[in-house]
């Protein structure tokens, strides 16, 4: 039969779900505990309305901001995510790539399929790398200076330090659906497999899978063999005095990723972050914690400008863009959108859901009668009455 050509991310969402087997499906797209967070960060768009002005004159709207101190001409970049290879084995390469094509960047995660060097060789430009502050349980080694000296070798230009996982959440669709580390199979769970047809062969010829980033560094390794081994380098005695030695670590544009409290952003300021994102981990932490949208206002006054505030979680339209940039956000990242695109058609898919969200976010502002995504602010937004 012949299909349609995706136009928006929730199609691109629709084929991914076809094209993953239902425990990839669970990683992918499912939140913590009853998904209040997940849901929320989604319907806290709905909440905002635009203001529309006619006969502005402005013809073509200009995108480009300004992340990890590079020139984007989109104000969306790609949030990291964990063993991308799963989605679809070119996994962050292919996501990188396409980020490239579109003018944008990727963060890259601690956990990523590639590691930061083969990342590094298959793309032209410098991206950007998330880094998970974990020591290793048997010799204490602090993993974070390794990974911190390997993503500068390999020439990143940014580093996220992501703080909202001083324990793994409690996904239980993940376990329901057999997801883990490693992964429990059933003959039914292979069956579902098996009709992936794709997928399937993807898995079985490129085993592009888990964490070649993890694999690679000794005391990271064990990690990818047992969910209670990558526990084990999770810290949740750590405290913002910690953080210290990772901003001495790294020199470059450092910026704390899983912000949501005004407090914390005062603390991530006084640690010397050149930014914050405001993120509750797509919903997948604590589950009952604000949508993004909610906790960015607070953050954006709190910060009164003194650095960039970034915002990721449920971003999966254009307005949704421009929403976050109108409440004082100067980028925004997206996570599972690239994920369905990379499901569904690899780096081509990614490259047309950036593409997506570029029209999108130039017809709203249009509509809006507004010239670029610089001018936005508060003035170009209103809460919708309560229903
Ligand atoms: C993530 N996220 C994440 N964050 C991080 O700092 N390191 C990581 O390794 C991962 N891994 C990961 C895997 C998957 C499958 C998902 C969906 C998410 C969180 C991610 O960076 C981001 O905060 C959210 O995905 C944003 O929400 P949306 O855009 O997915 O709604």
Same mark, same amino acid.
């Not at 984007?72 to 070119?90: A, E, K, Q, R």
């Not at 914050?276 to 604590?286: K, M, W």
């Given at each position: 039969?012949?299909?349609?050509?995706?136009?928006?991310? #929730?199609?691109?969402?629709?084929?991914?779900?076809?094209?993953?087997?239902?425990?990839?499906?669970?990683?992918?797209?499912?939140?913590?505990?009853d998904e209040i967070t997940l849901r929320a960060?989604?319907?806290?768009?709905?909440? =905002?309305?635009?203001?529309?002005?006619?006969?502005?004159?402005?013809?073509?709207?200009?995108?480009?901001?300004?992340?990890?101190?590079?020139?984007?001409?989109?104000?969306?970049?790609?949030?990291?995510?964990?063993?991308?290879?799963?989605?679809?084995?070119?996994?962050?390469?292919?996501a990188a790539r396409a980020a490239e094509r579109a003018g944008t960047r990727a963060v890259i995660s601690t956990a990523s399929s590639y590691t930061v060097e083969e990342i590094a060789e298959a793309t032209? #430009?410098?991206?950007?790398?998330?880094?998970?502050? =974990?020591?290793?349980?048997?010799?204490?080694?602090?993993?974070?200076?390794?990974?911190?000296?390997?993503?500068r070798q390999a020439g990143y230009r940014a580093l996220f330090v992501t703080v909202d996982v001083p324990v793994a959440g409690n996904r239980e669709r993940e376990r329901k659906y057999g997801m883990g580390i490693p992964p429990r199979m059933t003959p039914l769970r292979v069956l579902d497999g098996a009709r992936r047809a794709r997928w399937s062969?993807?898995?079985?010829?490129?085993?592009?899978?888990?964490?070649?980033?993890l694999v690679d560094e000794r005391g990271a390794a064990a990690a990818v063999r047992s969910a209670k081994a990558q526990e084990s380098l999770m810290r949740p005695d750590l405290r913002w005095d910690d953080l210290a030695r990772?901003?001495? =670590? =790294?020199?470059?544009?450092?910026?704390?990723?899983?912000?949501? $409290?005004?407090?914390?952003?005062?603390? *991530?300021?006084?640690?010397?972050? $050149?930014?914050?994102?405001?993120?509750?981990?797509?919903?997948?932490?604590?589950?009952?914690?604000? *949508?993004t949208l909610e906790a960015l206002p607070a953050v954006v006054d709190r910060i009164a400008g003194r650095i960039p505030v970034y915002l990721d979680g449920g971003v999966r339209r254009g307005s949704d863009v421009v929403k976050a940039l109108a409440l004082g956000a100067t980028a925004v990242g997206v996570g599972r959108p690239?994920?369905?695109?990379?499901?569904a058609r690899g780096e081509d898919g990614v490259a047309?859901?950036? #593409?997506?969200?570029?029209?999108?976010?130039?017809?709203?502002?249009?509509?809006?009668?507004?010239?670029?995504?610089?001018?936005? $602010?508060?003035?170009?937004?209103y809460q919708a009455p309560p229903t």
């Open positions: 039969s012949v299909r349609n050509r995706p136009i928006t991310v #929730e199609d691109y969402r629709k084929r991914a779900r076809r094209a993953l087997p239902t425990m990839v499906w669970a990683f992918v797209d499912g939140g913590a505990e960060n989604r319907s806290a768009f709905d909440r =905002w309305r635009l203001r529309s002005r006619v006969l502005t004159g402005h013809a073509g709207a200009g995108l480009s901001t300004k992340v990890g101190g590079v020139d984007l001409s989109l104000p969306v970049f790609l949030s990291p995510t964990g063993m991308t290879g799963l989605t679809h084995w070119t996994g962050e390469r292919g032209a #430009e410098d991206h950007f790398f998330q880094l998970y502050p =974990w020591t290793s349980a048997t010799t204490g080694e602090p993993l974070s200076k390794k990974f911190i000296g390997r993503a062969y993807h898995f079985l010829t490129k085993q592009r899978i888990s964490s070649r980033m990772i901003r001495d =670590w =790294w020199q470059g544009p450092l910026y704390i990723k899983g912000i949501l $409290d005004p407090d914390d952003a005062e603390a *991530a300021m006084k640690l010397g972050a $050149d930014g914050v994102l405001v993120s509750n981990h797509g919903g997948r932490q604590l589950d009952g914690a604000r *949508a690239y994920l369905y695109g990379l499901a047309h859901v950036l #593409e997506i969200f570029r029209e999108e976010i130039e017809r709203t502002l249009t509509l809006m009668g507004v010239a670029s995504v610089a001018e936005l $602010d508060r003035t170009h937004v």
